[in-house]
T-cell receptor, first 117, second 113 residues
């Protein structure tokens, strides 16, 4: 079946503009994660959605960042008034969810490369 | 907080050489540990994992053993191929909350024919 897809694959924008990034998770995956990968750095957790629960926004770096997800479908990550330090690859991952200590593999999308000029 | 540290810098080696990439971690509790690989032009893929101390994860000739006493999860392969050229990330699963992953910075591995 289809994997996680993200769009656009590349986005170049001017400082101060708003951008919207999209993630289509694998069908049936209730958990969805956004991560950011800045040049030369590991992936940083941004936000997590699980079903209809309140999202875990603890990784968002500033109030310019927000994300939405309707049910168990598409998610959008919005960055307002972009800054040059927002330049990075934004990765989305999805997984099944089971309670307790079980780990469910996260499947990653190809990412959106954002460049802020 | 929970974190992962990978050895600095890219790794360049010849085909059939032995590969080691060091990874150490800091965590409260008992995290699960992972190696992810990112081939050129592709997304991150899970390479192997270990969920408890002394577990050995293995896949595609790669191995890593969960060493609680040294808080390490070093990746090894006995004979690399050109097709192993990729970026390798060590990660741990935060052992509470939302299952999110904490990643190291990654190591670029280049295998020369």
């Amino acid at each position: 079946g289809a994997g996680v897809s993200q769009s656009p694959s590349n986005k170049v924008t001017e400082k101060g503009k708003d951008v919207e990034l999209r993630c289509d998770p694998i069908s049936g995956h209730t958990a969805l994660y956004w991560y950011r990968q800045r040049l030369g750095q590991g992936l940083e957790f941004l936000i997590y959605f699980q079903g209809n629960s309140a999202p875990d926004k603890s990784g968002l770096p500033s109030d310019r960042f927000s994300a939405e997800r309707t049910g168990e479908s598409v998610s959008t990550l919005t960055i307002q008034r972009t800054q040059q330090e927002d330049s990075a690859v934004y990765l989305c991952a999805s997984s099944f969810w089971t309670s307790g200590s079980s780990y469910n593999e996260q499947f990653f999308g190809p990412g959106t490369r954002l460049t802020v000029l | 907080g929970d974190s992962v540290t990978q050895m600095e810098g890219p790794v360049t080696l010849s085909e059939e050489a032995f590969l080691t990439i060091n990874c150490t971690y800091t965590a409260t509790g008992y995290p699960s540990l992972f190696w992810y690989v990112q081939y050129p032009g592709e997304g991150l893929q899970l390479l192997l994992k270990a969920t408890k101390a002394d577990d050995k994860g293995s896949n595609k000739g790669f191995e890593a053993t969960y060493r609680k006493e040294t808080t390490s999860f070093h990746l090894e392969k006995g004979s690399v191929q050109v097709s192993d050229s990729a970026v390798y990330f060590c990660a741990l699963r935060i052992p509470y909350g939302n299952n999110r992953l904490a990643f190291g910075k990654g190591n670029q591995v280049v295998v020369i024919p």
